[in-house]
């Protein structure tokens, strides 16, 4: 039984390469769960999380870097730079990065770059960095997707297309609302592809 105070929060990848066009509903034998792809294997080294496959640092936890103060970004920049074969990038990955957002807490300011190809977001790719007062990083989040190679990044169907196969296949019913459409660049571990991300609230169906 369902209350107007009750809604359902679903995300939804809408694949849209000129090669397929489906919807890539959620399954436990898949690695893809609501759009993102399954975490990476790590080990533990030190203050770090390292990837099993590559020995990239994935996470680092109080480096001894001290940046100059500078914009968030430009710091941000400064540091991957100084790193990037730790993390494993290149010049090329740097450039696809860019300032997303910026946080502000007690413990410090994170900066977040987001990546992006050819001018679309990346799904869920990103670095992030804190950075104390004093300026000394004391955590890096990689999150940097290889490998992101796509010739042509142009839709092969509109966003609102993609809501509405949406709406169809959920079989979302009642009044949808915070709904939005964002094309993105999905990074699965065989290849990566173009999807809209399809974001709605209804009532149903639940589950």
Known sequence: ?????????????????????????????????????????????????????????????????????????????????????????????????????????????TIHLRQDWKGVPVQDAEVSLTVKPDLRVTMVHNFFAQNIDLADVTPVITAARARAITIDYLDARGRLTGETQELVILPLEDEARLAYRVRLDCFAPVG
Request: charged share 25%; hydrophobic share 40%.
């Open 1 to 109: 039984m369902y209350t107007n105070l009750m809604f359902r929060a679903m995300f939804f990848m809408i694949i849209c390469s000129s090669s397929s066009l489906f919807a890539q509903k959620p399954q436990a034998e898949l690695s893809l769960a609501f759009g993102k792809p399954a975490e990476k294997e790590y080990l533990i080294q030190g203050n770090k999380r390292v990837d099993s496959r590559t020995g990239h640092s994935l996470v680092i936890y109080q480096t001894r870097s001290k940046l100059q103060r500078a914009e968030p970004e430009a710091m941000a920049q400064s540091y991957l730079w100084w790193n990037k074969d730790e993390l494993g990038l290149t010049d090329d990955d740097l450039s696809n990065l860019k300032l997303h957002f910026v946080r502000e807490s007690v413990v410090g300011t």
